[in-house]
């Protein structure tokens, strides 16, 4: 019993030497002798960051802008437009990274002009805005037609009608303008007063800038009748229309063409009497004649051939209501026959039973046909 109390006495101290060893033993690191687990003087969690991540330079968001340039320069120009349903103006710097685009081609400030519509991208900086993007869109083109009232070299007035209504339209015409006439280029000289014209333009400023001026060919009216004493670049016609006597007084200028016996001639050449058809249009309350034309009235003569040449031709009997001796002028053109077959004058005898068909020309009565038969 006593040797049992010993044994457990002797455990009981061991047990608790061996605690004590422990407690006084020195602590040991698991990364090695002197170091923490994240490192000399290091936290676990490192230096401390922003709970959104590192600090970045903040941006300007890039805004839109449209509108009318009302006025530009080489570093800026000014923009009228709406905001948010409201008139709005903006003036928006120009600096050497501005894109500048127009007609879908890169382009320079110098390009952009007022009136010009335009799309600006921009941002604010310091206080201004800064153009990056500039793009000038296609004006709208309006159309006109009418009469041209009148014209000089830098404007064209127009009776008419285009989309604002009807009335008097006042067209700019600068080095823009293209103008066309009778399918040809054309210069603002060559438009008239009384001209139809077809106009495309865009307004610019509150001005109505013409981009096209198409000049419609005039509808030709004719007319016919005879000659009655005139003036030197006039011509009075006397005729019938729709049944009704009348009566024109035509303009001759510098185009009129004239046609007498089948050539080209002068006004001088038209005589009173005349029988002629005249081609004309309406030019500023005018009748201008572009085509004179004297017809060629065959009249008949029957008689005997009193004598003959190769250049004319004799012959005794009657004429339009007068009976006598008749001369005619034979020439390249007359077409004579002779018992049904074709023939010369000198073919023709004294004696022989004619008809003649002539015309008369300058007072002479030039034979066209002659029909002859021998007795």
Same mark, same amino acid.
Not at 31 to 54: L, N, V
């Given at each position: #019993?006593?040797?049992?109390?010993?044994?457990?006495?002797?455990?009981? #101290? &061991?047990?608790?030497?061996?605690? +004590?060893?422990?407690?006084? =033993?020195?602590?040991?690191?698991?990364?090695? %002798?002197?170091?923490?687990?994240?490192? %000399?003087?290091?936290?676990?969690?490192?230096?401390?960051?922003?709970?959104? /991540?590192?600090?970045? !330079?903040?941006?300007? !968001?890039?805004?839109?802008?449209?509108?009318? +340039?009302?006025?530009?320069s080489a570093g800026s120009?000014?923009?009228? /437009?709406?905001?948010?349903?409201?008139?709005?103006?903006?003036? &928006?710097?120009? $600096?050497?990274?501005?894109?500048?685009?127009?007609s879908?081609? !890169?382009?320079?400030?110098? $390009?952009?002009? =007022?009136?010009?519509?335009?799309?600006?991208?921009?941002?604010?900086?310091?206080?201004? =805005?800064?153009?990056? $993007? @500039?793009? @000038?869109? %296609?004006?709208?083109?309006?159309?006109?037609?009418?009469? +041209?009232?009148?014209?000089?070299? $830098?404007?064209?007035?127009?009776?008419?009608?285009?989309?604002?209504?009807?009335?008097?339209?006042? &067209? @700019?015409?600068?080095?823009?303008?293209r103008i066309v006439r009778s399918g040809k280029t054309a210069t603002a000289t060559d438009v008239e007063a009384g001209d139809g014209v077809t106009v495309k333009y865009t307004e610019q400023e509150g001005k109505a800038v013409a981009q096209d001026v198409t000049v419609r060919p005039k509808p030709v009216a004719t007319a016919s009748g005879t000659v009655k004493p005139s003036s030197a670049g006039r011509l009075v016609v006397a005729g019938k229309e729709y049944g009704k006597d009348r009566e024109w007084t035509f303009v001759l200028d510098s185009k009129t063409r004239? +046609?007498?016996?089948?050539? !080209?001639?002068?006004?001088?050449?038209?005589?009173?009497?005349?029988? @002629?058809?005249?081609?004309?249009?309406?030019?500023?309350?005018?009748a201008v004649a572009q085509d004179v034309t004297v017809q060629q009235l065959v009249k008949t003569a029957s008689g005997t051939v009193k004598s003959s040449s190769a250049d004319s031709l004799v012959v005794t009997g009657r004429a339009q209501a007068v009976t006598g001796e008749l001369t005619f002028v034979l020439d390249s053109k007359t077409h004579i026959t002779r018992n049904r077959k074709p023939a010369t004058a000198t073919d023709l005898q004294v004696g022989d039973l004619v008809i003649v068909g002539y015309t008369e020309q300058e007072g002479k009565a030039v034979a066209k046909d002659v029909n002859a038969v021998s007795r």
């Open positions: #019993m006593r040797s049992r109390s010993i044994i457990l006495l002797v455990a009981v #101290m &061991f047990l608790a030497g061996t605690g +004590v060893a422990l407690a006084l =033993a020195p602590e040991k690191s698991t990364t090695g %002798p002197g170091k923490s687990t994240t490192g %000399p003087g290091k936290s676990t969690a490192g230096p401390a960051k922003s709970p959104g /991540g590192p600090v970045r !330079p903040s941006i300007t !968001p890039a805004r839109f802008a449209s509108g009318t +340039v009302k006025a530009s120009f000014t923009v009228e /437009g709406k905001e948010q349903g409201k008139d709005r103006e903006w003036t &928006f710097v120009l $600096d050497s990274k501005t894109r500048i685009v127009k879908g081609k !890169p382009a320079t400030a110098t $390009d952009v002009e =007022a009136g010009d519509l335009v799309t600006v991208k921009y941002t604010e900086q310091e206080g201004k =805005a800064v153009a990056q $993007d @500039v793009t @000038v869109r %296609p004006k709208p083109v309006a159309t006109a037609s009418g009469t +041209v009232k009148s014209s000089s070299a $830098d404007s064209l007035v127009v009776g008419g009608q285009a989309q604002a209504g009807t009335g008097e339209l006042t &067209f @700019v015409l600068d080095s823009k303008t004239f +046609v007498k016996g089948g050539k !080209p001639a002068t006004a001088t050449d038209i005589k009173t009497d005349d029988l @002629v058809t005249v081609r004309y249009t309406e030019r500023g309350g005018k």
